[in-house]
């Protein structure tokens, strides 16, 4: 064969590009951290919401692998209780229930509690996993009338929070881990349009505004309830978990070739939903926080937020008592 023959050529250069690109992915893998808690978690009570698909099933997974008892919150029972029956059977050791929450519905919220501390004298560590993406021009309302990522991602986890707060506080040393994303340095929390009564601003359309807003209010929330938890033995961690190739953008009608595009990007940048999973892992379970009272959190290392920052704790205390009232929280 000529080594100057233009197929040789051509064959050299897809090769040399495929190794490059391997080569970044594997350097990107080792920075992405992994969870370097190896411990027996056999009578541990985990509450992880959403966790019938991306993140949160390959949390319930790896929590399931050392021996943990996970209850799994889902929208989605019959898909849940699949997921539910591959795990138990893959880890015998571990006991994994299903029961149904609905995050855009208060009273599904409720109910959820209500049932669940019932049956569970002890709750270790509370996950609040769940999130929606949705386009804004959708409009989406919750059950209640919230605008759909704020009712969702944050006020639904909000309630469920302080429903379970008592059992959670009575099961110390206990840990509440919040999933936010790294949108929420995008995001804004205007008080006079939470649900998005007025239009949205002309500069932040096609921001996916709402779904930023509500991860801000994620961390906020945290943040918040952290300053709360002060004098208890609770920890509250927020986190990114990164970028995953998960089924979040579902609703965002991306076409085919949108797809393909997407492929080289999502092979050198993105993760699978097992490597997202260890930020998540890491707040739940490392030995190394225990101590650690507060933190958000990116590659299972601390992250300065911004936006945590421009907001401050004022307007973290002042959307958690916005956020009482919406949901009408009884204390
Ligand atoms: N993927 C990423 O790149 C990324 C980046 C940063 C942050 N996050 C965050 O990671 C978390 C998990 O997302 P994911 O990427 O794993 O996406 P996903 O696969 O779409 O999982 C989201 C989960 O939330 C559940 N959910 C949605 N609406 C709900 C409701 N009203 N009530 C109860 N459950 C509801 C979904 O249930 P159904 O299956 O029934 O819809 C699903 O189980 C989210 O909070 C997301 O904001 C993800
Ligand atoms: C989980 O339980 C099994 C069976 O009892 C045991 O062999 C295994 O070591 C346990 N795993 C952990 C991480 O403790
Ligand atoms: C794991 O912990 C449980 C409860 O503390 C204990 O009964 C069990 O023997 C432990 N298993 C292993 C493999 O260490």
């Not at 997921?83 to 959820?112: C, E, G, M, R, W």
């Not at 349009?193 to 961390?219: T, V």
């Not at 009272?293 to 601390?302: A, I, S, Y």
Request: hydrophobic share 40%; with cysteine; glycine share 8%.
């Amino acid at each position: 064969m000529n080594m100057w023959d233009p197929f040789a050529i051509a064959a050299a250069a897809g090769a040399s590009i495929f190794t490059l690109g391997y080569l970044y992915r594997v350097y990107r893998n080792k920075q992405w951290g992994y969870c370097d808690s190896k411990s027996n978690l056999s009578g541990k009570v985990f509450v992880i919401t959403g966790a019938n698909s991306g993140l949160g099933k390959a949390t319930v997974e790896q929590l399931c692998a050392r021996n943990a008892t996970v209850v799994m919150a889902c929208r989605n029972i019959a898909e849940g209780q699949e997921v539910a029956k591959k795990i138990q059977k893959k880890y015998p050791s571990s006991v994994v229930t299903v029961k149904h929450l609905d995050l855009s519905s208060l009273a599904s919220v409720h109910h959820f509690a209500e049932n669940l501390l019932q049956e569970y004298p002890k709750i270790d560590c509370l996950v609040n996993n769940a999130g929606v993406y949705m386009p804004d021009k959708e409009a989406r309302k919750t059950a209640d009338g919230f605008e759909i990522h704020f009712g969702v991602n944050h006020l639904g986890h909000f309630l469920l929070t302080n429903e379970l707060l008592e059992r959670i506080k009575e099961s110390a040393p206990s840990r509440i881990v919040v999933v936010s994303s790294m949108l929420h340095e995008k995001g804004n929390i205007d008080f006079e349009n939470l649900n998005f009564e007025k239009e949205i601003p002309e500069s932040r359309r096609g921001a996916g505004a709402g779904y930023c807003n509500s991860k801000l209010a994620n961390g906020l929330f945290a943040w918040e309830l952290s300053k709360q938890l002060e004098d208890t033995d609770i920890s509250v961690f927020a986190l990114c978990p990164g970028w995953v190739y998960t089924g979040l953008f579902r609703n965002s009608r991306i076409p085919w070739y949108g797809y393909v595009a997407m492929l080289p990007i999502a092979f050198l940048f993105m993760r699978g939903p097992k490597s997202g999973a260890q930020t998540i892992l890491y707040c739940a379970t490392s030995e190394s926080l225990e101590g650690r009272k507060w933190g958000f959190f990116r590659d299972c290392k601390p992250y300065e937020s911004k936006a945590l920052q421009r907001c401050g704790l004022d307007t973290a205390k002042k959307l958690w008592d916005v956020s009482a009232k919406l949901v009408k929280l009884v204390k």
